[in-house]
């Protein structure tokens, strides 16, 4: 089973990137999402998005720059990000529940997670 994501790059502050993850090895049929290791910090929480898509879910940093979503058929997530700033360069993971339930922002309720991609804003 496995997650790979990729996307990321070297933008300018005020530009965008998209950011793709494709699962393998099984459907992903929960909840799935974004997270981020910024320089010298803590892994945390970007988005998340249900199965159905009707449901999503953000970090208040992010809130109104980007947007999740997904598509089933190619067993994928996505990450749009729009306004980027100096404070969204990190490492970007994305993840993916292999169960209902869980808190959409506990990294810990994830249980297959990708290898990360590395987004660098510059000012």
């Known amino acids: 089973v496995q997650l790979q994501a990729c996307g990321g790059g070297l933008v300018q502050a005020g530009g965008s990137l998209r950011l793709s993850c494709v699962g393998s090895?099984?459907?992903?049929?929960?909840?799935m999402g974004w997270f981020r290791r910024a320089p010298g910090k803590e892994r945390e929480f970007v988005a998340a998005?249900?199965?159905?898509?009707?449901?999503?879910y953000y970090a208040d940093s992010v809130k109104g720059r980007f947007t999740i979503s997904r598509d089933n058929a190619k067993n994928a997530v996505y990450l749009q990000m729009n306004s980027l700033n100096s404070e969204d360069t990190a490492v970007y993971y994305c993840?993916?529940?292999?169960?209902?339930?869980?808190?959409?922002?506990?990294?810990?309720?994830?249980?297959?997670w990708g290898q990360g991609t590395q987004v660098t804003v510059s000012s």
């Open positions: 993840a993916a529940r292999g169960l209902p339930g869980g808190s959409a922002n506990a990294e810990r309720t994830y249980d297959y």
């Open positions: 090895g099984r459907t992903f049929r929960y909840r």
């Open positions: 998005i249900s199965w159905s898509g009707m449901s999503s």
